[in-house]
């Protein structure tokens, strides 16, 4: 089993490198990806922009330490923020990653995934429709090997008065178009929507439409190293997923599940 996302207190987790990687090891993962935040708006849960070249120099000297017990990854989770695609780009390719994990953490200056007020005040629907908007827009900009959580809209469990399916089936074709991988985040499930992003449903179009598919436990800390993997992969297996992708130097490869 493979973790992609994981995050240590280089950015909002409370655990480190170390710490993360013999969590992992215990519980009897093979591969880890360290994914610490990179945001190119002023936010305190993300890596310092000056604290980027020693956290890329922990995670090489701990892939190149003998010792180390398991495979470990480069990874990052960028924000995805319109207008900014080109610094984001720059910043992506200057540094040695496996992968680049992108988000949507931002409806324009809202952070919604942290900043729960405003939820009461505004039209959930346009929510929803700006939210996959801006997924669908993340995926076509090129910028990332692998899309996250792709329907955190709905962690606070606030949901729009219409059918989510026919969204799930455009997102997944314009995944297919835009060859990006989709991760499995099974943090949803401590949230209050209780579930997996992506949802079942949602999953079950990425599947029909064969977009690949990583998994990720956003670990913010140790103990939630590979949570609920087993009942994940249960749950793919159940949908017809016989295979995930794990990365090498941005270029991906199959490993089964079955
Ligand atoms: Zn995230
Ligand atoms: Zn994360």
Same mark, same amino acid.
């Given at each position: 089993?493979?973790?992609?996302?994981?995050?240590?207190?280089?950015?909002?987790?409370?655990?480190?490198?170390?710490?993360?990687?013999?969590?992992?090891?215990?519980?009897?993962?093979?591969?880890?990806?360290?994914?610490?935040?990179?945001?190119?708006?002023?936010?305190?849960?993300?890596?310092?922009?000056?604290?980027?070249?020693?956290?890329?120099?922990?995670?090489?000297?701990?892939?190149?330490?003998?010792?180390?017990?398991?495979?470990?990854?480069?990874?990052?989770?960028? $924000?995805?923020?319109?207008?900014?695609?080109?610094?984001?780009?720059?910043?992506?390719?200057?540094?040695?990653?496996?992968?680049?994990?992108?988000?949507?953490?931002?409806?324009?200056?809202?952070?919604?995934?942290?900043?729960?007020?405003?939820? $009461?005040?505004? $039209?959930?629907?346009?929510?929803?429709?700006?939210?996959?908007?801006?997924?669908?827009?993340?995926?076509?900009?090129?910028?990332? $090997?692998?899309?996250?959580?792709?329907?955190?809209?709905?962690?606070?469990?606030?949901?729009?008065?219409?059918?989510?399916?026919?969204?799930?089936?455009?997102?997944?074709?314009?995944?297919?178009?835009?060859?990006?991988?989709?991760?499995?985040?099974?943090?949803?499930?401590?949230?209050?929507?209780?579930?997996?992003?992506?949802?079942?449903?949602?999953?079950?179009?990425?599947?029909?439409?064969?977009?690949?598919?990583?998994?990720?436990?956003?670990?913010?800390?140790?103990?939630?190293?590979?949570?609920?993997?087993?009942?994940?992969?249960?749950?793919?297996?159940?949908?017809?997923?016989?295979?995930?992708?794990?990365?090498?130097?941005?270029?991906?490869?199959?490993?089964?599940?079955?």
């Amino acid at each position: 089993m493979i973790d992609y996302h994981m995050h240590t207190y280089f950015s909002d987790g409370k655990n480190s490198h170390q710490e993360m990687l013999t969590s992992a090891a215990y519980k009897g993962l093979s591969e880890i990806g360290f994914s610490d935040h990179i945001c190119l708006k002023p936010v305190g849960w993300a890596t310092k922009l000056e604290a980027i070249p020693a956290m890329r120099n922990r995670i090489i000297s701990i892939k190149e330490d003998e010792s180390t017990p398991i495979s470990v990854k480069f990874g990052a989770e960028v $924000d995805y923020i319109p207008g900014l695609t080109k610094e984001i780009g720059a910043l992506i390719t200057s540094l040695p990653l496996d992968y680049c994990i992108g988000s949507v953490h931002f409806i324009d200056d809202w952070n919604f995934d942290t900043d729960i007020t405003p939820y $009461d005040g505004i $039209d959930i629907d346009a929510f929803y429709n700006r939210y996959f908007a801006l997924v669908e827009e993340s995926a076509k900009s090129g910028l990332f $090997d692998i899309i996250g959580h792709a329907d955190l809209a709905k962690k606070f469990a606030y949901y729009p008065s219409f059918d989510l399916n026919p969204y799930y089936e455009h997102a997944a074709k314009v995944f297919k178009e835009a060859d990006v991988v989709v991760e499995v985040n099974t943090s949803g499930r401590i949230k209050p929507c209780k579930e997996f992003y992506p949802s079942a449903q949602f999953v079950n179009a990425l599947v029909k439409h064969r977009v690949p598919l990583t998994l990720g436990s956003d670990a913010h800390v140790e103990q939630n190293v590979g949570q609920f993997f087993a009942d994940a992969i249960n749950e793919l297996r159940a949908l017809g997923v016989k295979e995930l992708v794990r990365f090498t130097n941005r270029k991906r490869e199959f490993y089964r599940i079955d």
